[in-house]
């Protein structure tokens, strides 16, 4: 399930964009400190500015083409209402970019077009509980509403962008009647989108879902599923912790050890940290478990990452990109049932002396390193990753020796 105690992954970034899979290094294991300093960590940084309101269950999905990172709609928290707003980030800035296209709703499937240079998106849930089955593309100025048919109405499907096969594939969702007496069915039908018409493939595949995690893996050209809330017809719903990758033709369920069965977890692939990463969650209902774990799937198995930096808090609902920009990836939004979060997030690596994840090690990194500092054999904690720059399992004055390479100065 998770790494052994005491482990932690680091990864390993080269200067040039290549992708470099995620050394897991184990405490046993002979220590993997470079000569000038103790590699890269993943880190979580709050950036929160001004933006979008409070919500869950918007689309993120990140515009290559312009380099932005493109919002729309979502449910708030303020009214309960779902919205229809588009916004886009820079990576510092959000700017309102538009306030007309597809109607109020939340949890539609989206995905970028990297061919095409558009936002496909497809469905929702809107303010009249309507499960919606429209598509619609956003090219940067202005949502145009491009089919009404294909998959049938509803909503909490996911969609990546197939880079190798150039099209938008979609996964399952949930019909229903909303309110009392509510009717619902759920999918578990694939569909493909070319950028003129949606086709079905009829192929095996994950049982009948709503709300699992989907991301396109370009290094290894497959999409990833995992989990949600679903099973097989007659056999009653639950929440599902599987892992399957759609090849362009055919689904392969992956049986391994990962992520607790969970459901509104979102996901993304990262080039930078070489895997597909899969955060928070809510398990049970209606006493739910909010989750606030960070995990990478490299294609052989799921490691649970320790990032630096703030810990996030936990939630379902947030909406998590990759990109190229400063940052590795940006996380939005998100709700723990009670509040919804209006935060921005960074999930980028940084050096693993960085406590704070703020991309510097200086003197405030120093304070918590002190802070951590128990000598030989006395174990550190999580918070104190960043006080065991050897890994192992310790902060002590071979630990202090890498910090001070890694020392940026104040
Ligand atoms: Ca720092
Ligand atoms: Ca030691
Ligand atoms: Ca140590």
Not at 173 to 185: A, L, M, P, V
Not at 265 to 271: F, G, K, N, V
Request: charged letters at 20%; hydrophobic letters at 35%.
């Amino acid at each position: 399930m998770t790494n052994p105690a005491g482990s932690r992954t680091v990864f390993m970034i080269p200067s040039a964009a290549f992708v470099v899979a995620g050394l897991t290094v184990f405490s046993s294991l002979p220590t993997d400190v470079r000569a000038d300093g103790s590699g890269t960590c993943p880190g979580w940084l709050d950036v929160s500015t001004v933006g979008p309101s409070p919500r869950s269950n918007m689309i993120l999905a990140y515009d290559g083409t312009r380099d932005v990172v493109v919002l729309f709609g979502g449910v708030e928290a303020s009214s309960g209402q779902k919205v229809g707003d588009t916004w886009e980030y820079d990576g510092s800035t959000w700017t309102l970019r538009a306030t007309t296209g597809p109607t109020a709703r939340q949890d539609s499937a989206a995905a970028f077009d990297a061919v095409r240079g558009v936002v496909v998106l497809h469905g929702g849930h809107d303010n009249n509980d309507a499960a919606l089955g429209d598509t619609w593309e956003w090219d940067g100025t202005a949502w145009a509403q491009v089919a009404t048919s294909g998959p049938t109405d509803r909503w909490s499907a996911r969609m990546v962008y197939d880079g190798i096969r150039q099209e938008c594939v979609l996964f399952g969702g949930i019909w229903d009647t909303g309110g009392s007496g509510e009717e619902e069915w759920l999918y578990n039908d694939t569909w493909v989108w070319d950028g003129t018409s949606w086709q079905q493939r009829v192929v095996e595949g994950p049982c009948a879902r709503r709300s699992h995690g989907m991301a396109f893996d370009d290094t290894r050209q497959v999409a990833v599923l995992f989990g949600g809330y679903g099973g097989e017809f007659g056999q009653g719903f639950e929440n599902l912790g599987d892992t399957w990758e759609w090849d362009g033709t055919q689904w392969l369920e992956r049986t391994v050890a990962g992520p607790s069965e969970r459901r509104h977890m979102t996901m993304a692939y990262s080039t930078d940290f070489g895997g597909t990463l899969l955060v928070g969650g809510v398990y049970g209902w209606p006493d739910a478990t909010y989750f606030n774990d960070t995990w990478m799937w490299d294609g052989m198995q799921w490691s649970q990452l320790q990032p630096l930096g703030d810990p996030l808090p936990a939630l379902a609902g947030a909406r998590l990109v990759s990109h190229n920009l400063l940052n590795a990836g940006t996380l939005y939004g998100g709700s723990n049932g009670e509040d919804q979060f209006d935060d921005t997030w960074r999930l980028w690596a940084v050096s693993c002396s960085d406590c704070d994840a703020n991309g510097y090690v200086d003197l405030t990194d120093l304070s918590t390193f002190v802070a951590c500092f128990e000598g030989p054999e006395n174990p550190v904690g999580d918070p104190c990753a960043c006080a065991d720059l050897d890994v192992d399992g310790d902060s002590d004055l071979a630990d202090f020796a890498v910090f001070q390479m890694d020392f940026d100065g104040p």
